[in-house]
């Protein structure tokens, strides 16, 4: 009967290795740096790409190539695939993540996509030691909810990238990195897969010397004019004017 392929399978699974899914993250603007309070504010586009057996389908059924579910059909993919689907989340998330748009599409052949454009806001541990002079670094997360027995995560070739209009001023954005890993939450029974995408940033330079440098200069030059005034009323006065300057 195997040998003819008219034997059903029973029992369970001997060996089910993990579904490959390969994830990218592009950030479109960089809306707010709060150094203050160590985050900042993205606004991205984030993109899942895997193959499961079990979302294979026939196009006869459904008259279609490929089905496509947008945002007020997104209800009716996850009742569809049930809990077999690579759930996520970003761990250093703060507050709400606010989803503009998702859609997810299914090839006859298993093949699944997933897209959201979103924006929320991201913890990060700024590293104030060499202020003016430090280089931050910006971390975001994304984390699957299902063990590594289930789906394993690895970068999206060519996805990931930060637009070159992202719309920061204080900081010099380089390379974006995409770096996989495993890592044990507390509640959970088995590692989960990560994926680490990171840029590094300088800090604009010219904004300090003009604006904090240059007239710090200034004042301790002025102040020292005034010992060589040979009248010391004089002195008082030049004193007492660049207080007065300095204050305006």
Same mark, same amino acid.
Request: glycine share 4%; hydrophobic share 45%; aromatic share 14%.
């Given at each position: 009967?195997?040998?003819?392929?008219?034997?059903?399978?029973?029992?369970?699974?001997?060996?089910?290795?993990?579904?490959?899914?390969?994830?990218?993250?592009?950030?479109?603007?960089?809306?707010?740096?709060?150094?203050?309070?160590?985050?900042?504010?993205?606004? =991205?586009?984030?993109?899942?790409?895997? +193959? /499961?057996?079990?979302?294979?389908? #026939?196009?006869? *059924?459904?008259?279609? $190539?490929?089905?496509?579910?947008?945002?007020?059909?997104?209800?009716?993919?996850?009742?569809?695939?049930?809990?077999?689907?690579?759930?996520?989340?970003?761990?250093?998330?703060?507050?709400?993540?606010?989803?503009?748009?998702?859609?997810?599409?299914?090839?006859?052949?298993?093949?699944?996509?997933?897209?959201?454009?979103?924006?929320?806001?991201?913890?990060?541990?700024?590293?104030?030691?060499?202020?003016?002079?430090?280089?931050?670094?910006?971390?975001?997360?994304?984390?699957?909810?299902?063990?590594?027995?289930?789906?394993?995560?690895?970068?999206?070739?060519?996805?990931?990238?930060?637009?070159?209009?992202? =719309?920061?001023?204080?900081?010099?954005? +380089? /390379?974006?990195?995409?770096?996989? #890993?495993?890592? *044990?939450?507390?509640? $959970?029974?088995?590692?989960?897969?990560?994926?680490?995408?990171?840029?590094?940033?300088?800090?604009?330079?010219?904004?300090?010397?003009?604006?904090?440098?240059?007239?710090?200069?200034?004042?301790?030059?002025?102040?020292?004019?005034?010992?060589?005034?040979?009248?010391?009323?004089?002195?008082?006065?030049?004193?007492?004017?660049?207080?007065?300057?300095?204050?305006?």
């Amino acid at each position: 009967e195997v040998l003819t392929g008219q034997a059903q399978p029973q029992g369970d699974n001997v060996l089910e290795a993990p579904i490959a899914v390969q994830s990218g993250l592009r950030i479109l603007r960089i809306s707010a740096v709060d150094s203050q309070n160590e985050n900042f504010s993205v606004v =991205g586009s984030l993109r899942m790409d895997w +193959t /499961d057996p079990r979302l294979a389908f #026939s196009p006869d *059924t459904c008259n279609c $190539a490929v089905k496509l579910y947008t945002e007020k059909e997104f209800d009716r993919f996850l009742a569809e695939v049930g809990s077999r689907w690579p759930a996520f989340s970003f761990f250093n998330q703060l507050g709400n993540r606010w989803t503009q748009s998702r859609a997810a599409a299914i090839w006859p052949d298993g093949r699944a996509r997933y897209a959201e454009h979103f924006n929320t806001t991201f913890q990060a541990d700024f590293d104030f030691l060499q202020y003016p002079f430090d280089t931050q670094t910006f971390p975001i997360f994304l984390d699957l909810l299902y063990g590594n027995s289930v789906y394993t995560m690895t970068a999206l070739p060519g996805y990931s990238a930060i637009d070159p209009e992202h =719309g920061e001023d204080e900081f010099i954005i +380089t /390379d974006f990195t995409a770096e996989p #890993s495993a890592v *044990t939450p507390a509640a $959970a029974d088995e590692p989960v897969s990560r994926l680490t995408f990171s840029f590094s940033a300088p800090r604009h330079l010219n904004y300090y010397l003009l604006q904090v440098f240059l007239p710090i200069l200034l004042i301790i030059l002025i102040s020292w004019f005034t010992f060589f005034l040979r009248d010391y009323t004089r002195r008082i006065e030049a004193a007492a004017a660049n207080i007065l300057l300095f204050i305006a």
